[in-house]
């Protein structure tokens, strides 16, 4: 794949598209994997999690690149900036590269096989923002085969929203505060704009365009895989946004667990973590 761009960054072996987006591309002579899907996706797409730290994440690259060694990676990270402050046209400026590495795959590989894997309420709002902007460009939906929605979608109440901004602060006492202060503006601000102007929020525009023909294709499974003990996304949400899909003509699969933390669920089980994961691409 012909993309032009820098290497440098936190990942290793990636190449920098834009500030939040990533690309991997093994080597020719990758071995087979240890997966039990036969053909190894063409392209595997991450939308992390906001504010997810690169050793983290590295956790699922690493995961992703044993199962499925011949199999490019591109990621998409983000931070409460990129969210709350980013205006659309930064986001399409920013989204160039990886609409043409998704565009570029799915029109030169004959039966594309592409896996989406998004985390929590800010992976879904940066691939959302993707599959809007692909729509508008090719006036296809986003040329995925599988989808696997891990810890999302949630719903936009204060205190979980709150804690989820939170997650990525610095441990330092005052800036810490400090960046509470600006998260609970922002999340009072949405507040206003929703429940006082009746404009659409951030998230709720995020679940309906999860479950939108127009944008996911209802040909590419899809698992959800959450937990009852999340205390940012709450599991009846994932699970409600789960049976709309179902209702929209998507095949759901639907991975709880019991007693795990937000988007910590490979920590507690890698062998059902992975095989949720490939369940998405059968």
């Not at 011949?70 to 659309?88: A, Q, R, W």
Request: hydrophobic share 40%; aromatic share 10%.
């Amino acid at each position: 794949m012909s993309v032009a761009t820098q290497s440098h960054g936190p990942f290793p072996d990636f190449t920098q598209l834009a500030p939040t987006i990533w690309y991997y591309c093994p080597k020719t002579n990758a071995a087979n994997g240890n997966g039990s899907i036969k053909k190894q996706p063409d392209l595997v797409i991450l939308s992390t999690w906001m504010g997810a730290a690169p050793r983290h994440i590295m956790k699922y690259v690493t995961g992703y690149q044993n199962l499925f060694p011949k199999s490019p990676i591109l990621m998409l990270t983000n931070s409460i900036g990129d969210i709350v402050l980013k205006t659309h046209k930064q986001h399409k400026e920013h989204l160039k590269g990886a609409i043409r590495v998704i565009h570029e795959t799915a029109s030169t590989i004959q039966s594309p096989k592409i896996l989406l894997h998004l985390f929590s309420n800010g992976g879904a709002h940066h691939i959302a923002h993707l599959a809007f902007l692909y729509q508008r460009q090719f006036h296809t939906p986003l040329p995925i085969t599988g989808m696997v929605l891990d810890s999302a979608p949630g719903r936009a109440t204060y205190g979980r929203s709150v804690a989820a901004m939170s997650v990525g602060l610095p441990r330092f006492f005052l800036l810490r505060l400090l960046g509470l202060l600006v998260i609970h503006f922002l999340c009072a601000s949405m507040w206003v704009r929703h429940h006082i102007f009746r404009q659409e929020n951030i998230i709720t525009k995020v679940r309906r365009q999860l479950i939108d023909p127009q944008l996911f294709p209802t040909s590419a499974p899809r698992v959800y895989i959450y937990s009852k003990t999340d205390r940012m996304v709450g599991w009846k949400d994932v699970e409600y946004n789960a049976n709309l899909a179902k209702e929209n003509g998507y095949s759901v699969r639907t991975e709880r667990y019991e007693n795990t933390e937000h988007v910590g669920h490979l920590r507690k089980d890698p062998e059902r973590y992975w095989e949720a994961v490939q369940a998405a691409l059968t």
